[in-house]
């Protein structure tokens, strides 16, 4: 008659099985962290394929563009929040938490907000607009993305209508509007560029650190991360975002993470990109300060790689292919996930 396992070869062989069966969320929360999200739109959740990989894979939703302001309230005083309920409840049905994304930001603003020409005016709307919509969703979400892109790449402040017409004084407006409605949830500063050392992450630390000194409610910051395949982009990340959370002293997230490929994406690329995506999961992993990592969809059949200008000839950003196969990339982030912490050496070929 064989002998019993030994009960820690029992509990180890469990682990084992649990790793190699388990879905990103269940493996990096094994790992110490909140969640590995996506985010999501009604015509994700309709889709018979889509909707099964985000119940099983994800432990987080980020409202992809219906909570954004040319969504929420294209015609003035008439709010729209029926598709970002229908996200936020499929969410909350399914045991996820949800990110809002996002109350502040320079694209998508309706033409009725770029022709407001006072500060007065633009400070009433902004209050308003924060107001109504945060409480609206309140005790529901997890946090928010307050103010997107601020600042451009070299570290000065987009000139966005809000900028114009209040200066930084928006951005102190709009914490403390969506704290006054909401103060329990998690308030971000959302922007891109700030995965790497350079003058853009310094004016995020910046702004951050003062915010804190004023007492302005804030309290994570997110780095969308949207990278190209094999450009350099990416050694060195794990080290800014230690900068910028022991900088700050706020929480980090990776809320936006995709890598897009060159046209034509082919075998060689495909094996790149999962290096990519190995190496900026990892170097989440190897902050503590690092919350959890969004990626900004599910299939590239459904991506803003396509729809954008800036991203022509782009494409092939996420882990399942148009078909909702998965890609090496989807074993590239496991393999993050798994090494702990440790980044990857970059190799390439």
């Known amino acids: 008659m064989p002998r019993p396992l030994p009960l820690l070869l029992v509990l180890i062989h469990l682990l084992l099985f649990a790793l190699v069966h388990a879905s990103l969320d269940s ?55 029926e598709d970002a309920e229908t996200v936020v409840g499929w969410a909350m049905g399914a045991g996820k938490t949800v990110r809002g994304h996002a109350l502040v930001w320079h694209g998508g603003v309706p033409d009725w907000v770029e022709q407001i020409q006072t500060a007065e005016e633009m400070r009433s709307v902004l209050q308003a607009h924060i107001t109504t919509v945060v409480s609206r969703f309140r005790g529901r979400l997890y946090a928010w993305d307050v103010v997107n892109e601020v600042f451009n790449d070299d570290g000065s402040w987009r000139e966005s209508v809000f900028f114009r017409l209040l200066g930084a004084e928006y951005v102190r407006l709009a914490f403390r509007a969506a704290n006054a409605a909401d103060p329990e949830v998690k308030l971000y500063l959302n922007d891109y560029h700030i995965h790497h050392q350079g003058p853009k992450l310094d004016a995020v630390i910046r702004l951050a650190q003062d915010l804190r000194a004023e007492g302005v409610p804030i309290h994570g910051i997110g780095s969308q991360t949207h990278l190209v395949v094999a450009d350099g982009n990416t050694p060195g990340m794990a080290q800014s975002l ?25 075998r060689r690329k495909l094996r790149e990109q999962h290096g990519d995506y190995e190496y900026t999961v990892a170097a989440c992993l190897a902050v503590p300060q690092c919350v959890g990592v969004t990626v900004w969809g599910i299939s590239d059949r459904y991506s803003w790689v396509d729809d954008s200008e800036e991203t022509r000839g782009y494409d092939a950003p996420l882990m399942w292919d148009v078909r909702y196969v998965k890609k090496l990339a989807y074993e590239g982030a496991m393999k993050g996930i798994e090494g702990r912490g440790r980044a990857p050496r970059r190799r390439r070929g």
Do not use: M
Not at 44 to 49: C, E, G, P
Not at 247 to 262: C, F, K, M, N, Q
């Open 27 to 81: 493996a990096i929360k094994l790992s110490g962290k909140l969640y590995f999200g996506t985010a999501l739109d009604p015509r994700h959740l309709s889709d018979t394929r889509c909707e099964p990989i985000a119940r099983r894979e994800f432990g987080s939703i980020t409202t992809e563009n219906t909570l954004k302001w040319g969504e929420t309230q294209r015609v003035r005083g008439n709010f729209t929040l």
């Open 242 to 266: 230690q900068h910028l959370a022991t900088s700050t002293g706020l929480e980090i997230a990776l809320t936006e993470v995709d890598v897009r490929i060159p046209q034509p994406a082919n």
